[in-house]
């Protein structure tokens, strides 16, 4: 086990693999955002699989399949976002995944959208060169309370 972080192109096979990272419940709490049934994650991954405006990288740990990066256009700006598999948290790998991946996709300003109890996730971005931008509120996973969200900012 050499701890080795490689970014790949998401294969079909992964998708099995992000549909159960993304059911766990410390991982939708932390990044405020409600875990999708199957069909939902399915359909999901199908369309943005499909956009070539989409970018999405596969994150793999020593072989393994760690989590996923997706960069996305939304409202005229450029939005990047990832997710580790809760086994694979407190590595160093969404930090060394998201680095890579800057050194590889050069679209700038990049913008984060980071739900404001979610530290790890802020120190991922601040780590990689984010810079704090600003504030938005967001509605929560129930979609019934407003909550708040930071905004961080890529120039460079
Ligand atoms: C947030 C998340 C991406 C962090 O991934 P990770 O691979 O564990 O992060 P790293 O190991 O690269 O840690 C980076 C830094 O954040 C800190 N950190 C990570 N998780 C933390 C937590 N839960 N609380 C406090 N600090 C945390 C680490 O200590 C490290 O800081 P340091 O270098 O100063 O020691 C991961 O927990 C995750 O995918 N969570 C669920 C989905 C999510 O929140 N996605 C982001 C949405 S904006």
Redesign the pocket.
């Known amino acids: 086990m050499t701890n080795e972080i490689l970014l790949r192109d998401v294969n079909e096979s992964d998708l099995p693999i992000f549909y159960e990272q993304q059911l766990d419940p410390d991982?939708t709490k932390?990044?405020a955002?409600p875990s999708r049934d199957r069909e939902a994650f399915m359909a999901h991954w199908a369309k943005i699989m499909a956009d070539d405006s989409v970018i999405l990288k596969s994150i793999l740990f020593d072989g393994q399949v760690a989590?996923n990066i997706v960069c996305w256009e939304q409202a005229g700006e450029r939005e990047v976002?990832?997710?580790?598999g809760?086994e694979?948290?407190?590595?160093?790998?969404?930090?060394?995944a998201l680095s890579e991946f800057l050194n590889h996709v050069k679209i700038r300003p990049l913008y984060?959208?980071?739900?404001k109890h979610?530290?790890?996730?802020r120190?991922?971005l601040e780590?990689c060169g984010f810079k704090m931008f600003g504030m938005e509120l967001f509605l929560d996973t129930q979609g019934e309370n407003r909550a708040e969200e930071y905004v961080l900012k890529l120039n460079e």
Not at 112 to 115: F, G, I, M, P, Y
């Open positions: 991982a932390m990044a955002f989590g976002g990832y997710w580790i809760k694979f948290w407190g590595k160093g790998i969404a930090t060394k984060a959208h980071v739900a979610n530290i790890g996730s120190r991922v780590k």
